[in-house]
């Protein structure tokens, strides 16, 4: 079943291109969120049978993954506030405008790198129209770090279902180990920094 899936993908993409990356990883990050292991891994996988360019898979990947997030960004920019005072008082939807204005670049960058969060991160830097520059780039940077893991894996890896798998649990464990480590240290200094004032 793995094979079947993993063939058929590199089909697709080697079929479609780069473009067809593109697509997929803007779905991957907008409104219709899968696991981007099912796109990076058997495009890195088509570039190491020389179908594709692995620097141009990450790069389009990555650029799939901001502009997907932009689109997320701009839907609760423009329309989130609206909605979410339906269901939440102004005073809780003050608190998280005011904790991303405050944390947004930290949240955005660690929400990249952890699944299930990474498609919807964007919608709270939206809604709390966090500097579109700075979500830009801290976005780029978390989705780059995955993308490029999920395509050296397929690279490396290739059709092995046994060590992909393993490799992936451990690199998907080791990027939530390293986003709450990187959380305590901020929000360590944050707090010093703040009693310092």
């Known amino acids: 079943m793995y094979h079947d899936v993993v063939n058929f993908l590199v089909f697709s993409v ?3 291109g780069y473009l067809g990356i593109f697509f997929l990883m803007f779905l991957e990050s907008s409104f219709f969120p899968f696991p981007s292991e099912v796109v990076m891994i058997p495009a890195g996988y088509l570039a190491y049978q020389g179908g594709m360019n692995i620097f141009l898979v990450i790069l389009i990947g990555i650029l799939g993954s901001v502009v997907g997030a932009w689109f997320n960004y701009f ?13 939440l008082k102004e005073k809780k939807l003050r608190k998280i405008e005011n904790f991303f204005e405050k944390h947004g670049h930290i949240s955005t960058f660690n929400g990249r790198l952890i699944p299930v969060l990474r498609q919807y ?16 780039v801290y976005t780029a940077f978390g989705a780059g770090i995955w993308v490029a893991i999920l395509s050296l894996l397929g690279y ?18 080791l990027a939530v180990f390293f986003v709450f480590i990187l959380s305590v240290i901020y929000f360590y200094y944050y707090k010093k920094k703040k009693l310092e004032l």
């Open 156 to 173: 490396f890896l290739g059709e092995n279902e046994k060590y992909v798998n393993k490799y992936l649990k451990e690199f998907t464990f």
């Open 121 to 136: 991160i964007s919608f709270p830097a939206g809604l709390a129209k966090m500097n579109f520059s700075k979500f830009t």
């Open 14 to 16: 080697g079929t479609i």
């Open 75 to 87: 839907l609760a920019h423009r329309y989130g506030r609206k909605l979410i005072l339906k269901f």
